[in-house]
């Protein structure tokens, strides 16, 4: 049984608020993807507020990110410069799925200042899978 914590947890309104603005202050190079993973809440839609162990298990479980840039030779034959021929897995304003461990992974202050986003670059072959459906409906595994 699913416990309360986790699904009061990923109960956002809107993308946007799951993954607020930021500017990362890195630009990838070679074949890394640099990710925005979703922003653990604060305080739930009914005023609840979350523990700090509630929110690090959410951070460290999100396998959910935003793709906000590729690296030059991401999706590239790095002999020939040349596309994969299945083309680019990923573009910036994609969710993709990423490993649960790995990644180089740091935190920067939202553009609104009131939370800390959570960032990472992955190499190009790391990453999963492309969400075609709702991100927001991917749940953490607690």
């Known amino acids: ?30 074949s890394r993807v640099l990710v925005q993973f979703r922003t ?36 590239k034959n790095r002999n020939t410069m040349t596309e994969w021929p299945e083309g680019a897995w990923c573009a910036p304003g994609d969710f993709i799925r990423v490993p649960k461990y790995g990644g ?17 670059l992955f190499n190009d072959l790391d990453i999963l899978g492309l969400v075609t459906g709702d991100p927001l409906a991917i749940k953490a595994f607690i």
Not at 1 to 11: C, G, H, P, V, Y
Not at 108 to 119: K, Q, Y
Request: aromatic share 10%.
């Open 1 to 30: 049984m699913q416990s309360l914590a986790n699904k009061i947890t990923f109960d956002y309104g809107t993308v946007d608020e799951a993954f607020p603005p930021c500017d990362p202050l890195v630009r990838p190079f070679g």
């Open 40 to 75: 653990p809440k604060k305080v739930t839609k009914g005023g609840i507020f979350l523990t700090p162990e509630t929110r690090e298990t959410e951070h460290y479980n999100t396998q959910v990110a935003k793709v906000l840039a590729v690296g030059e030779l991401a999706f």
């Open 104 to 120: 180089d992974r740091w935190t920067v202050m939202t553009d609104d200042g009131e939370d800390e986003a959570i960032l990472a």
